[in-house]
Structures are given as structure tokens and as C-alpha cells.
């Protein structure tokens, strides 16, 4: 089954639970290794993208911007009056070269083979935190993980990110890594609207890929929206002890 588990709570002490499509991964090596080898060509493709919109769009906006300025500070130089509208389109041109530069940014990650979960995650927050409040917060004793899954795991959480952004009204978000017994957990809360998203795709539809990636390496994606809003993610990574 895939793991991500979205928890509705109701009326009483029950729990309705709603499940994705089913992929089998755990106990099939080999189809764990065919699902783990689309995701790493998903990963090249995004990262890919990524670069090649920072390098395209991302620098043709900035230089737009640039002649932009110079032509405003020449026609002031010769004294031509400049409508009202100027300014409007050159703060037009500052917000889509940052929005492109975002934008890229998310989707191109940087690699993760050797980066240390914890650094990665804060970096990660520390993105965020340019566009809403995002607060980073990790056990002491969380240094060394197996270098596969932690990178699988930051993975995991860039794409919950990535989901989670597209919900309406988000204002704040949390990330999170703890461990508890034999498990390590990341752990994702946002205040904005779960069931809402600025994207065509419902919001369940979001979160398939976290959620695939989670069972192919053997975690548990489970997904708790919050009332009236907001939702909780917990990504349970067992390890050896």
C-alpha cells in the first residue's frame, strides 16, 4: 500500500482513513529497486529543471529588470516626464525574477548523497523561511544516518514542502527531526488549508510522491489535518538500533 495515511478526525473516538493507490515495495526487492530507480530519474529530471530555469528564465528576468532601470534613469536624466506606470512594471519585473528564482530553487534541489540530514533540513527551513516563518528543531544525538536513507529522507521532506506550499493561507510551518526508540522522525505541521491548494491537483494527489518514496525504502507516511486548519505530517523511518 502506498504509506500515506490521511487521518480525518470525526465525531467520537473513531477515525476515518482513506488510502491511496496500492504499490507494493516492501518485501520485493526488486520492485522496491524499480520504484527507488523512477524516483531517482524524477529526482535528475527535477534537478535538472531546475538549473536550466535558474540559468534561462531566472537570469532573462534579472537582466530585463537591469536594462529596465537603466532606461528609467537615462529618460530622468533628459528630463522625460515618466507615467506612473513605470514603476508598477519595474516592481512587476523584481517580483517575477523572485518568484522564477523560488521557484527554481524548490525544484532543483541541490544534491543530497552527501549532505548530513540535519544541515539540509536547516537549510531547507532556511528557505522557507524567505517566504512564511518556518522554525527548525532536531535532537542532540541526531548526527550520522545510513547516507542512502538520509538522503531519501531529505528528499522526503522537499517534497512535502512542496506540497505543503500550495495550500491556501499557510501563514507558518514546522520542521522537525526526533527519534523515538528505533525510529527516526520527520516530522512536517503547517496552519494552512489542507483540503484547498493553489494547483489543479487535489491536495491528496500532492502528497502521493513523498508517500511512494516513504514506503519504497521501508517508512510510513501518515498525514493528520488539523481543525479548523492545518495539517500534520510524521514520516516514521525505522533503524537499526
Given at each position: 500500500m502506498v504509506p500515506v495515511t490521511i487521518r480525518?478526525?470525526?465525531?467520537g473516538k473513531t477515525e476515518a482513513r482513506r488510502r491511496g493507490p496500492e504499490v507494493r515495495t516492501g518485501g520485493n526487492g526488486e520492485a522496491r529497486d524499480k520504484v527507488l530507480a523512477l524516483l531517482d530519474a524524477i529526482d535528475l529530471e527535477r534537478e535538472w529543471f531546475g538549473r536550466t530555469m535558474h540559468e534561462s528564465l531566472c537570469q532573462s528576468l534579472q537582466g530585463?529588470?537591469?536594462?529596465?532601470?537603466?532606461?528609467?534613469?537615462?529618460?530622468?536624466?533628459?528630463?522625460?516626464?515618466?507615467p506612473p506606470e513605470m514603476d508598477?512594471?519595474?516592481?512587476?519585473?523584481?517580483?517575477?525574477?523572485?518568484?522564477?528564482?523560488?521557484?527554481?530553487?524548490?525544484?532543483?534541489?541541490?544534491?543530497?548523497?552527501?549532505?548530513?540530514?540535519?544541515?539540509?533540513?536547516?537549510?531547507?527551513a532556511e528557505?522557507?523561511?524567505?517566504?512564511i516563518p518556518c522554525d527548525f528543531l532536531c535532537d542532540?544525538?541526531?548526527?550520522?544516518?545510513?547516507?542512502?536513507?538520509?538522503g531519501?529522507?531529505?528528499?522526503?521532506?522537499?517534497?512535502?514542502v512542496r506540497a505543503?506550499?500550495?495550500?491556501?493561507?499557510?501563514?507558518?510551518?514546522?520542521?522537525?527531526?526526533s527519534h523515538e526508540r528505533d525510529e527516526v522522525i520527520l516530522t512536517l505541521e503547517h496552519d494552512g488549508d489542507f483540503a484547498a491548494t493553489d494547483q489543479t491537483l487535489p491536495a491528496a494527489t500532492l502528497w502521493h510522491l513523498p508517500g511512494i518514496r516513504a514506503?519504497?525504502?521501508?517508512?510510513?507516511?501518515?498525514?493528520?489535518?488539523?481543525?479548523?486548519?492545518?495539517?500534520k505530517m510524521k514520516c516514521k523511518l525505522p533503524i537499526e538500533p
Open positions: 480525518e478526525p470525526t465525531p530585463a529588470g537591469f536594462l529596465f532601470r537603466v532606461l528609467k534613469t537615462r529618460l530622468k536624466a533628459a528630463e522625460v516626464p515618466l508598477d512594471l519595474e516592481a512587476a519585473l523584481r517580483r517575477a525574477a523572485a518568484e522564477a528564482r523560488e521557484i527554481s530553487l524548490l525544484i532543483g534541489e541541490p544534491p543530497v548523497s552527501t549532505t548530513p540530514p540535519v544541515s539540509a533540513l536547516a537549510d531547507l528557505r522557507i523561511s524567505e517566504k542532540d544525538f541526531i548526527t550520522t544516518m545510513d547516507p542512502f536513507l538520509a531519501q529522507l531529505i528528499r522526503i521532506a522537499r517534497e512535502a505543503s506550499l500550495s495550500a491556501r493561507d499557510i501563514s507558518r510551518m514546522t520542521l522537525s527531526l514506503g519504497a525504502i521501508g517508512a510510513t507516511l501518515t498525514l493528520t489535518p488539523r481543525a479548523p486548519l492545518g495539517v
